[in-house]
């Protein structure tokens, strides 16, 4: 199988981080996540990284999470349950306080745990046709886990649209409520990344460091580990209720879920 992350190092010390699934549009498992984490133990050791670039192989960024995978953890002991949780929060979390800065490059779809990756990054730019959704709670699933980051990238009061209605949304939008930082043409995406990188390249590394840690420090969804204990339960513990077992089953039989009264008129 084809590595579900791939990473690269520049002569600059910029990183480029591939989600490399897109047979499954970028859809996330357990050995992308462990990609993931791979990846950042890797760059943790180069002395010489100034920023670090994430985007999706194919035609979407990142399409929530592999709906066999899911079925497959929510069905195991609850032990690999909350392992499942705790390792996907921790991927998160480390990305968020990666020392140097994070670019996110979205095209296409960015749905559920994708909204909590760029919501790490300190810069996202889109492309104009690209689509986001924090989707959870349609299949009864909640994003427990990703919520501290998305608290801070659009605040609380479009989280509890956008993370209760689970509509979708477009990158004007997402602009505009703060998940996202600009919005370009497909064809200019590439060359905004490499925009904003020129312009961190030209900052004080260390100086960036303190600035992202200070920023951290005071952000409104600040973790520590019990925060994090406590979401990760959450998080696991409502992946193996009653409710996320129908919903997964209606996302996979194409139905609407038992509790659905959406009107067809």
Do not use: C, W
């Given at each position: 199988m084809p590595n579900p992350v791939l990473w690269s190092l520049d002569p600059r010390g910029v990183a480029r981080l591939i989600l490399n699934r897109p047979e499954v549009n970028n859809a996330y498992n357990g050995a992308m996540i462990e990609g993931l984490h791979q990846a950042m133990d890797a760059l943790a050791h180069e002395a010489n990284l100034r920023a670090v670039v994430i985007a999706g192989n194919g035609r979407h960024f990142q399409a929530g999470a592999d709906l066999n995978w899911l079925n497959s953890v929510r069905t195991g002991s609850p032990e690999e349950n909350e392992h499942a949780s705790r390792r996907t929060a921790e991927a998160v979390d480390r990305l968020n306080r990666l020392p140097v800065p994070t670019i996110a490059l979205v095209q296409g779809f960015c749905v559920g745990g994708g909204t909590g990756l760029i919501a790490a990054c300190d810069v996202v730019i889109a492309t104009e046709d690209a689509k986001f959704a924090i989707s959870e709670v349609r299949w009864g699933l909640t994003a427990a886990i990703i919520i501290p980051q998305l608290a801070d990238a659009i605040g609380a009061r479009q989280l509890r649209r956008y993370a209760l209605t689970a509509e979708r949304f477009s990158a004007e939008e997402a602009r505009r409520i703060g998940l996202v930082h600009e919005v370009v043409p497909a064809a200019e995406l590439e060359a905004a990344g490499e925009r904003i990188v020129d312009a961190l390249?030209?900052?004080?590394?260390?100086?960036?460091?303190?600035?992202?840690?200070?920023?951290?420090?005071?952000?409104?969804?600040?973790?520590?580990?019990?925060?994090?204990?406590?979401?990760?339960?959450?998080?696991?513990?409502?992946?193996?209720?009653?409710?996320?077992?129908?919903?997964l089953a209606s996302f996979a039989e194409k139905r609407a879920a038992n509790w659905s009264t959406v009107s067809k008129g």
């Open positions: 390249l030209a900052n004080g590394p260390e100086a960036m460091a303190e600035t992202k840690s200070l920023a951290l420090e005071y952000a409104f969804g600040k973790i520590d580990a019990d925060v994090m204990a406590a979401l990760t339960i959450s998080h696991a513990r409502k992946r193996q209720s009653d409710e996320a077992r129908e919903g």
